[in-house]
């Protein structure tokens, strides 16, 4: 089987930075084991697999070790694919087995993903573990979580930056991953995400960490439209709005590579 193969770095302008995904446009689905496999091969955080539905298409998104209920670099990815095929779109809608309809549209800042917003809840038991895996002299301000994910604000953001984590603490926590934030210097926040469990030790910029993070921050800074920036090694941005029960998050991407995958 021959499988049309897309690469292309998700929430950038420049080159090799961003976060890389892969986009394979089927015809038909294949079965999870595949699936999985395919992705795999493609060894990047993130491998989306578009089925035409009509006048939408099936989504689902893998990572090198399983399936993830939602990525949002991915579905930027996506939806440039689907643009390349038909330009003339405004909008893309879509179907995904754990978030419902989702669609993209066209927008000032690149393209606009209409996300559900998720709000973090403070965690009232820190797992000892997060403490140690984050390193004991790293001052955590408040701790929240939401949707598996542990949320750590520290103080500023020489401190996310300069954070260097145990993998192998953070990896015990699977099924969580953890997210650390703080306010920017040259953006509203920054923050940096770990999911080693799910074979990601560190992702480059994480689209759906924001449904979360924008929610969280439009309330603390009393605004609803947000800059961001994740300060991993490649880096990347994007712009959150907090709607309601929505989150839009616009990006930029930069298209890497065009191929066929045999199977």
């Not at 084991?33 to 089925?51: H, I, M, Q, Y």
Request: proline content about 6%; some cysteine.
């Amino acid at each position: 089987m021959r499988i049309p193969l897309f690469h292309a770095n998700a929430f950038t302008d420049g080159r090799f930075t961003g976060n890389p995904a892969a986009v394979c446009f089927l015809n038909s689905p294949l079965d999870d084991g595949d699936l999985r496999k395919v992705a795999a091969e493609n060894n990047l955080s993130a491998t989306a697999f578009l089925v035409p539905s009509g006048k939408d298409y099936e989504l689902r998104w893998f990572t090198p070790r399983c399936e993830v209920k939602l990525c949002g670099h991915a579905t930027l990815a996506a939806a440039y694919v689907v643009l390349r095929v038909d330009p003339s779109l405004e909008t893309i809608r879509f179907k995904t087995r754990f978030q419902g309809a989702l669609t993209v549209h066209k927008g000032s800042n690149g393209l606009r993903m209409d996300f559900p917003a998720l709000i973090p809840k403070p965690l009232a038991e820190v797992p000892e573990t997060l403490y140690r895996a984050l390193g004991q002299d790293v001052e955590v301000l408040e701790v929240m979580e939401v949707n598996e994910t542990y949320i750590a604000r520290l103080g500023d953001e020489g401190a996310v930056r300069s954070l260097h984590p145990d993998w192998a603490l953070l990896e015990q926590l699977h099924p969580f991953v953890t997210l650390v934030t703080a306010p920017g210097e040259n953006a509203d926040f920054v923050s940096r995400y770990f999911a080693p469990g799910y074979g990601v030790a560190e992702d480059p910029v994480t689209g759906s960490a924001h449904c979360a993070l924008a929610p969280y921050w439009a309330q603390r800074l009393r605004k609803s439209r947000l800059h961001a920036r994740q300060l991993s090694e490649r880096t990347g941005e994007l712009w959150c709005s907090f709607e309601g029960d929505r989150v839009i998050l616009e990006g930029k991407i930069q298209f890497t590579m065009q191929a066929t995958l045999e199977i």
